[in-house]
């Protein structure tokens, strides 16, 4: 495997902001996604980050740091649809490499 | 548009028993094909992945395989499953190697 590290759970309060942590071995990487999954369905995409720095879409923010093998996902603004798993993936040589995944739950 | 359909939605199966689970995907040419299984409150494992067709690469020694028949189709397959086989199978697609991959909706199996 590619030692995806991210925690299991967090919790957080709807309006606030939340930082997901993911790091990953970075011989042989390419690129890190995140993914959302809800409960029972499939996981749909979020980001991607190929080099160093910030990218912003909408309320979701992913930032990497390939020097560190860090990568964070920001989530603003949360909403109570916004709980749920959210998977952090390296990509090496053709291969995807999941996290277990980080249950966030939303409290009112 | 592109769209991808697995089925069954669910499937309860007795140990010992064979098992296909079918993949394809609409509205690409050529795709890289992957089937991932996530037990209960886990991530996603990579079971096989295949960026051409009879081309297939295996991630973990298991009693299953995979087979890409068609372009666009990609098979799970088990001649004798065992218990520990349960578990959500998710197929995805991506148009390159590197690019972001879109998953189907996924077979929940279960074995007893």
């Known amino acids: 495997g590619q030692n995806i590290d991210q925690p299991t759970e967090m919790t957080a309060t709807e309006g606030a902001i939340v930082q997901i942590n993911c790091t990953y071995q970075?011989?042989?990487?390419?690129?890190l996604f995140w993914y959302q999954q809800h409960a029972g369905e499939a996981p749909t995409f979020l980001s991607y980050?190929?080099?160093?720095g910030l990218e912003e879409k909408g309320r979701f923010s992913s930032f990497l740091s390939r020097s560190k093998g860090y990568s964070y996902l920001l989530l603003k603004e949360l909403q109570m649809k916004d709980s749920a798993s959210y998977l952090c993936?390296?990509?090496?040589?053709?291969?995807?490499?999941f996290g277990s995944g980080t249950k966030l739950n939303v409290k009112p | 548009s592109q769209t991808i359909h697995q089925w069954p939605a669910t499937l309860v199966q007795p140990v010992g028993s064979p098992l296909s689970l079918e993949c394809t995907v609409e509205?690409?040419?050529?795709?890289?094909l992957y089937w991932y299984r996530q037990a209960a409150g886990r991530g996603l494992q990579l079971l096989f992945y295949?960026?051409?067709?009879?081309?297939i690469s295996s991630e973990v020694p298991q009693n299953l395989s995979a087979s890409r028949p068609q372009d666009r189709q990609f098979i799970l397959s088990s001649k004798k499953l065992l218990l520990s086989d349960s578990g959500f199978y998710l197929c995805?697609?991506?148009?390159?190697?590197?690019?972001?991959?879109?998953f189907g909706p996924g077979t929940r199996l279960t074995v007893l």
């Open positions: 509205g690409t040419s050529n795709p890289n």
């Open positions: 980050n190929v080099l160093d």
């Open positions: 995805a697609w991506s148009v390159t190697s590197d690019n972001e991959q879109f």
């Open positions: 295949s960026v051409g067709i009879g081309q």
């Open positions: 970075t011989s042989g990487f390419n690129g």
């Open positions: 993936a390296s990509y090496n040589f053709n291969k995807f490499y």
